[in-house]
């Protein structure tokens, strides 16, 4: 079982509405949860890091939040645009590794489609 | 433009070829990482660097060989591939491998691979 679940598969929204990603995890104990936006035939791109004594964090549209008590995360998306059509990956830095490496688990990603 | 560039962008080669991938960066970094990307799913870890010294193979076959000539270079030396080894390689970077300042990793977008 994947340790880094993440909710829904795809997602088809209209321009200019809002919308939520969801991510669930296993990985324990952890260091940080991040979120990557991946456009297609690019590489992954960070919009947020959280420890786990965060609750949230802002990089413009882009809000994460982190519920380490449920190991739970989202991420919201204002006013989307066209070019928020892309994969986004939630990971989870396995604290297990910490110190002497920085193994990060990835989950199985949104494929999110903004539409005209 | 990523500040962590790959070369070639595409690769198309023969299972009896050898070939290298190559990754540089100039920010710095000390950790450097090779992920394999199949098709619509979240990259897997098989290499990680950390001060030009190997820290991290995840069990990859010796038909993949990591090098890292010096702090900006990852190279990824390739012989007698499979079919199956089709995919994007991702190279990342970053400032350390501990996670005590949770730094992202900066990835480069990839060489896409294609054995015949």
């Known amino acids: 079982k994947n340790q880094v679940e993440q909710s829904p598969q795809s997602l088809i929204i209209l321009e200019g509405k809002n919308c939520t990603l969801q991510?669930?995890?296993?990985?324990?104990?952890?260091?940080?949860l991040r979120w990557y936006k991946q456009d297609t035939g690019r590489g992954p791109v960070s919009l947020t890091i959280?420890?786990?004594?965060?609750n949230t964090k802002s990089n413009g549209r882009y809000t994460a939040t982190l519920d380490a008590d449920t190991k739970q995360s989202s991420l919201h998306i204002t006013a989307s645009q066209l070019s928020d059509s892309a994969s986004y990956i939630c990971v989870v830095s396995d604290a297990r590794y910490g110190g002497a490496t920085n193994k990060l688990i990835f989950g199985t990603g949104t494929l999110l489609a903004v539409q005209p | 433009d990523t500040e962590v560039t790959q070369t070639p962008k595409h690769l198309v080669m023969g299972m009896t070829n050898k070939k290298s991938l190559k990754c540089e960066q100039h920010?710095?970094?000390?950790?450097m990482y090779w992920y394999k990307q199949k098709a619509k799913k979240p990259p897997e870890l098989m290499f990680v660097?950390?001060?030009?010294?190997?820290?991290i193979n995840e069990s990859v076959p010796s038909r993949f060989s990591p090098e890292c000539p010096n702090s900006s270079l990852l190279n990824l030396h390739l012989h007698a591939l499979q079919p199956e080894d089709s995919a994007l390689y991702l190279c990342?970077?970053?400032?350390?491998?501990?996670?005590?300042?949770?730094?992202?990793?900066?990835f480069g977008d990839g060489t896409r691979l294609s054995i015949l």
């Open positions: 990342a970077s970053s400032q350390g491998i501990t996670d005590s300042s949770n730094q992202p990793q900066h």
């Open positions: 959280m420890t786990f004594s965060e």
């Open positions: 991510c669930n995890y296993t990985v324990s104990p952890f260091s940080n």
């Open positions: 660097y950390s001060y030009e010294k190997l820290s």
């Open positions: 920010m710095g970094h000390r950790a």
